[in-house]
């Protein structure tokens, strides 16, 4: 059984950092592409940062220069740090697991649980 296990979230002021986790479980976690995603009240859900198993690595335009996303496969673990946080920011973050077919084309995936963050004035 396939589980994602977040940690990390909270409230931060404006300007702040957090460092969310996320360790997975049931699953070859080394070949597969990391994600953080988030979802705000009334949005739709959208990726923010993406590890791929090559290391390739991709970032929202919004999160650019202020999120790092990093991951250790010895650990089954992978990391958001967000710095210079922004209200903007505030949303539930889901970790993903999903395997890259090349291009735009995945698997279906995993999803963690979510945690919140939210970011105050």
């Known amino acids: 059984q396939v589980q994602l296990v977040e940690s990390g979230g909270g409230l931060e002021q404006a300007g702040g950092s957090l460092r969310l986790s996320c360790t997975a479980s049931g699953l070859a976690f080394e070949i597969y592409a990391m994600g953080w995603f988030r979802q705000a009240p009334g949005k739709q859900r959208e990726l923010v940062a993406e590890i791929r198993r090559g290391g390739n690595i991709n970032y929202a335009d919004s999160v650019k220069g202020r999120f790092t996303i990093s991951r250790d496969n010895a650990k089954s673990t992978v990391y958001l740090q967000m710095d210079s946080l922004k209200p903007e920011d505030t949303a539930v973050y889901y970790c993903?697991?999903?395997?890259?077919w090349g291009g735009g084309s995945y698997s279906p995936g995993y999803w963690g649980q979510g945690t919140q963050v939210t970011v105050s004035e």
């Open positions: 993903s697991a999903r395997r890259h």
